[in-house]
């Protein structure tokens, strides 16, 4: 006759069935908690996007109104400071005028946009003038698919808006801090030192997400508003 199970055997069973219980509560509350961090990030970049969406009519608004495109704040003051996000002329390379446009100064991340606008298209307007810039007039932004790209995904762009995505590198803060420098793609997206800028889909190592003014798009509104013959 098979003896009865002794108060030991028994607390070590019981201690068994808890450890495993407690590594598949574990494993799904991983499980769930990065299935919220991957939504929460998809949620972002769309929020993302749609402020880029909404910057870019703001640009084209501004440009009807004006006869020009705002140049950019300055990226460095703090949000306390009486000039924070306010165009600054001549600029060309700063990040977005919040205050001019009317517009939220951070992205979902809680950092600046990046803005590099070309200075044939700010001039302020003279001689009774409807529009600083003619319908031939030529921005200087490029955007490529890597900065390895030999040819451009778009050229002689008037004007490109950037959000440095999660990581937020290169990003100016609303203290007038930079993030450090990205490497690679999202360096040339933070470079102000020329007019090439990057975007293709996010990778591991890229999460930037950039607009710009298509120049036919921005002449067709002012011709139609007017603002040029």
């Not at 044939?120 to 921005?139: C, E, I, K, V, Y």
């Amino acid at each position: 006759m098979k003896a009865p199970p002794t108060k030991l055997s028994q607390s070590a069973f019981s201690l068994v069935e808890l450890t495993i219980v407690l590594i598949i509560v574990a494993l799904l509350s991983t499980g769930l908690m990065l299935g919220m961090s991957a939504q929460r990030n998809v949620s972002e970049n769309l929020d993302a996007q749609h402020q880029l969406e909404n910057i870019r009519e703001a640009l084209l608004g501004f440009a009807l109104s004006k006869g020009r495109l705002p140049c950019p704040a300055p990226p460095t003051l703090a949000n306390t400071d009486a000039g924070a996000g306010a165009e600054a002329c001549p600029l060309e390379h700063g990040v977005l005028p919040w205050i001019t446009l009317g517009l939220p100064e951070s992205d979902p991340w809680g950092n600046r946009f990046s803005y590099f606008v070309s200075a044939g298209f700010t001039a302020s307007l003279t001689g009774g003038a409807l529009s600083s810039f003619t319908l031939d007039t030529n921005g200087t932004g490029e955007v490529k698919d890597s900065t390895a790209a030999t040819s451009n995904v778009a050229s002689e762009l008037p004007a490109v808006v950037v959000s440095h995505g999660s990581n937020g590198a290169g990003a100016y803060q609303s203290s007038g801090a930079k993030i450090p420098n990205g490497t690679g793609d999202e360096l040339e997206n933070s470079n102000a030192t020329n007019r090439i800028f990057v975007s293709h889909t996010t990778t591991p190592s890229f999460d930037d997400l950039v607009v710009w003014i298509v120049p036919s798009i921005l002449k067709s509104r002012m011709v139609a508003a007017g603002r040029l013959p």
